[in-house]
Nanobody
Framework: QVQLVESGGGLVQAGGSLRLTCAAS????????MAWFRQAPGQEREFAAGISWSGDRRMYADSVKGRFTISRDNAQNMVYLQMNSLKPEDTAVYYCAARTARMIVNLVAMYDYWGRGTQVTVSS
């Protein structure tokens, strides 16, 4: 079992930055791939970014590429999402997710564990 707790969300003006943090505990291993998803009101949950256990592989959704950076600190079991140049359309609940497999995928159904989410609101 893996437990995930997100923090760092809040209200920010367009063009601003936020850094989200995901604290992981439990059965974290070298096969644990981590990701951030987001869900805007009335929309389906969508993939934002993912990272392999070693951090040498990362994947981003086109909508965040060049603005968001995912990273992890395995010694602390933490995953981060640095979000720059935020836009109103980035407003969503952001979820941390984990899967016990090496490949980064962008499908909700492929992730085994989820946090409760943290709200990010970007004002125009």
């Amino acid at each position: 079992q893996v437990q995930l707790v997100e923090s760092g969300g809040g209200l920010v003006q367009a063009g601003g930055s936020l850094r989200l943090t995901c604290a992981a505990s439990g059965s974290i291993s070298r096969t644990t791939t981590m990701a951030w998803f987001r869900q805007a009101p009335g929309q389906e949950r969508e993939f934002a970014a993912g990272i392999s256990w070693s951090g040498d592989r990362r994947m981003y959704a086109d909508s965040v590429k060049g603005r968001f950076t995912i990273s992890r600190d395995n010694a602390q079991n933490m995953v981060y999402l640095q979000m720059n140049s935020l836009k109103p359309e980035d407003t969503a609940v952001y979820y941390c997710a984990a899967r016990t497999a090496r490949m980064i995928v962008n499908l909700v159904a492929m992730y085994d564990y989820w946090g409760r989410g943290t709200q990010v609101t970007v004002s125009s």
